[in-house]
């Protein structure tokens, strides 16, 4: 008697679980092939994740896989059971995870056949980094857990060197033919990573992020997966793509919150990364400047290798910094008069001025003197961003725009105006100020590519005097040697903020945005504007070391039993009508509370209006707020 063989098959729907078909015989097919099957109404693109001799379906319903769309597997076993982990892990369903992996091209059934024409340029490579001696003991202790599996935090304050201890490691790894895959946490910083490699390191490299092309993007993940690609530079989704012969993982800028994705298959890139760099028993370099809590927490009890850099490169001096009481000082459009005598004092020097404020648009709030209206986004709970040129109002949270009403809604009074300033608002203040000096705006409004951000940062780079106005697109990364000033505004909500990652992520900020002043031989200075001058953690962070601020705030996490001395969990339900998503959150809430015996959880229901909700079912998704417990050992 003929076997007759089965596939459990991962298809792209909201279903958490695996789905069998009948293989037919003189079909060839191996766990990772894409195959069409028919589901429903539909036919769709799946793949194959276990065959069997058996199903439990009876034999009258089951369906047959109706084609093989490969010759070879084009998902690794490795990348499958990485998938399913995930899958598992963050509670979404594992055909989503699993399709989720592959380029659009083959998301959507079509061939792997497609025309490349490799570059045979030869590049001409610089001259190797001069390491000083805390770069060359950190980049020994990595060099010597090459070929197993260990998390190095490399702690390095700004400018003090991590890319070229980077470098020098990956140039250790290429040397034993292996591949490396290199994760930045935004499109932004792509151009000048990929730029500083390719001028240090041999082989080929490629780029993997949402700003590609759909053929861009595929070729990279076929060069990888086939080894001819020695590094892969990417943003998070790049934790997917496969490789013939991976031997390590960098993530720069482990702490920031870009790694994880908050639509979707909610996930952290850096916990995954750290995932698979255990089952593939292989470094991982975790660099920051600004290590998140969990990561030293991990640090601080021997999961994680903790190297620490803490002195700036070369000439360059840290910088000194200077509150700026806004009580006192006469304010104009957000900046007081010192600060304007400041950014006037630099420029005249010839030296540039970097202004942070992480607020797009004219002003985050258009409101009514007479009735106190304030402009609201009538699809989410958000308030609404006025951009002036456009005579708009945006909201930055689900992408809703309305016409800027110029008179009231509630009371048809026509005493609206602006409150708060936004990175527009600045740059027009600054350009009426400073008529005569280049200013660049770098935010999401104004820079619309990659390529656009390349030719700021170019003609940033050959330039003198200069204002740079942004948001966080020029916080993190960046090297602009003339920036000497860097000038902070809106950060006091952080100091303030009841949710109890804000002072963290705030510090982050703070010491990354002041960490692109005085990066060469000219000392830099960093101006943070504030109504609270005597805070204590922030007297702290600009007084003390960050490991000092860290240990600080890791008491109080734990005096508080936050993460990451405990787990915490987000349910989300989402419906077309609002009764039905607050009736499963209390279901919820009931349930919890009947089997948690030694307390009730802590459970608040944040009321959110429909915001694009298409299903007639409610979803409830959770995730843990914490990083993975099981995968870590000590270095």
Request: proline share 5%.
């Amino acid at each position: 008697m003929t076997t007759v063989f089965y596939a459990e098959v991962a298809i792209p729907r909201p279903l958490r679980q695996l789905f069998d078909y009948r293989i037919p015989e003189n079909m060839s097919i191996h766990i990772g092939k894409r195959v069409k099957v028919s589901f429903g109404q539909r036919t769709l693109v799946g793949i194959v994740v276990k065959i069997k001799t058996f199903s439990l379906v009876s034999e009258t319903d089951i369906k047959s896989i109706l084609d093989c769309l490969d010759e070879k597997p084009t998902l690794s076993t490795e990348l499958i059971e990485l998938g399913i982990w995930a899958s598992q892990y963050y509670h979404y369903p594992i055909g989503e995870v699993l399709l989720g992996m592959y380029p659009t091209r083959l998301r959507q059934g079509k061939s792997l056949n497609i025309s490349i024409h490799p570059s045979s340029t030869q590049k001409v490579l610089k001259k190797k980094y001069t390491l000083n001696k805390a770069q060359e003991n950190a980049s020994k202790t990595i060099l010597n857990g090459l070929g197993r599996f260990h998390t190095f935090l490399l702690h390095g304050v700004t400018g003090s060197g991590k890319t070229a201890v980077y470098f020098d490691i990956m140039e250790e790894v290429l040397k034993q033919k292996k591949q490396i895959l290199f994760l930045i946490p935004e499109i932004g910083l792509s151009p000048q990573t990929h730029q500083r490699i390719e001028e240090r390191l041999p082989g080929p490299l490629f780029l993997l992020h949402s700003g590609l092309t759909d053929k861009q993007r595929l070729i990279a993940w076929l060069y990888s997966g086939n080894g001819e690609a020695n590094i892969i530079v990417g943003t998070r989704s790049a934790i997917f793509t496969p490789f013939k012969n991976l031997g390590l993982i960098i993530i720069d800028e482990e702490h920031d919150v870009s790694f994880k994705q908050q639509e979707g298959f909610r996930y952290s890139a850096r916990d995954v990364a750290i995932k698979r760099a255990f089952e593939l028993n292989i470094p991982i370099i975790l660099g920051s400047a600004t290590p998140s809590a969990e990561s030293y927490h991990n640090a601080l009890i021997k999961k994680y290798c903790l190297i620490e850099l803490t002195e700036r490169a070369g000439n360059a001096h840290p910088p000194l910094f200077k509150l700026i009481n806004m009580p006192t000082h006469k304010m104009e459009n957000g900046l007081a008069k010192e600060t304007i005598q400041y950014i006037k004092h630099h420029l005249e020097k010839k030296e540039q001025v970097l202004v942070f404020i992480n607020r797009r648009g004219y002003a985050p709030a258009w409101f009514c003197q007479s009735c106190y209206w304030q402009a609201d986004c009538p699809r989410c709970d958000s308030y609404m961003v006025l951009h002036k040129k456009k005579r708009q109002l945006v909201c930055h949270h689900c992408g809703h725009q309305i016409a800027m009403p110029t008179i009231c809604p509630k009371c048809q009074s026509k005493s609206l105006i602006a409150l708060g300033e936004g990175t527009q608002r600045i740059e027009e203040t600054l350009s009426q100020l400073f008529p005569n000096v280049n200013l660049y705006r770098i935010d999401r409004d104004n820079i619309k590519n990659k390529h656009q951000l390349e030719e700021h940062l170019n003609d940033i780079q050959h330039q003198d005097a200069a204002l740079l106005i942004g948001t966080q697109m020029l916080a993190k990364g960046h090297h602009f040697p003339n920036v000497t000033l860097v000038v902070m505004l809106g950060l006091d909500h952080g100091l303030m903020s009841h949710d109890f990652y804000a002072l963290e992520r705030t510090a982050q900020l703070i010491l990354q945005v002041s960490g692109r002043a005085g990066r060469e031989a000219k000392q830099g200075t960093a101006l943070l504007q504030t109504i609270q001058p005597e805070h204590p953690q922030l007297l702290g962070l600009i007084q003390h070391p960050y490991g000092v601020f860290l240990n600080e705030l890791l008491k109080e996490r734990q005096q508080f039993d936050l993460p990451p001395f405990t787990f915490m969990a987000l349910f989300r339900s989402e419906a077309k009508q609002m009764q039905k998503a607050i009736d499963c959150l209390e279901k919820i809430q009931a349930w919890l509370n009947k089997i948690m015996r030694k307390k009730s959880p802590l459970f608040m229901i944040r009321l959110q209006r429909p915001c694009n909700v298409k299903q007639d079912f409610i979803t409830c998704n959770y995730s843990f707020d914490h990083q993975t417990d099981a995968y870590y050992t000590p270095c």
